[in-house]
């Protein structure tokens, strides 16, 4: 709890001014490595559905279940949040 004295000599303002600045020094290379992931994910997605469109007369291919892709499906993510949990985690809680 902060006391009268603390409040009034500004080291409230201090700590929040400096833990806002390291929050957005840290904001601008996250936003920028989501924009990249999002641009490659929306363009491997754009790409397959042009590759992959089926006319009428295509003949439609089984997809087998694959457990190396199923684990890359729920690996990969995990790993990109994992990534852009821990800079957020030393920034925010750092004293």
Same mark, same amino acid.
């Given at each position: 709890?902060? +006391? +009268?004295?603390?409040?009034?000599?500004?080291?409230?303002?201090? &700590?929040?001014?400096? %833990? @806002?600045?390291?929050?957005? %020094?840290? *904001?601008?290379? !996250?936003? @920028?490595?989501?924009?990249?992931?999002? @641009?490659?994910?929306?363009?491997? %997605?754009? &790409? @397959?559905?042009?590759?992959?469109?089926?006319?009428?007369? +295509? /003949?439609?291919? *089984?997809? *087998? /279940?694959?457990? &190396? !892709?199923?684990?890359?499906?729920?690996? $990969?993510?995990?790993?990109? $949040?994992?990534?852009?949990?821990?800079? !957020?985690?030393? +920034?925010?809680?750092?004293?």
């Amino acid at each position: 709890m902060l +006391t +009268t004295q603390s409040r009034m000599n500004g080291s409230l303002f201090e &700590y929040l001014e400096f %833990t @806002l600045g390291n929050i957005a %020094t840290v *904001h601008q290379p !996250i936003l @920028l490595l989501c924009a990249v992931i999002f @641009l490659i994910t929306f363009g491997i %997605t754009i &790409y @397959l559905i042009v590759e992959h469109r089926s006319g009428l007369d +295509t /003949k439609k291919e *089984h997809f *087998h /279940k694959s457990v &190396y !892709i199923e684990i890359m499906w729920a690996v $990969i993510p995990f790993l990109i $949040i994992f990534c852009l949990i821990c800079p !957020i985690f030393v +920034t925010v809680f750092d004293r």
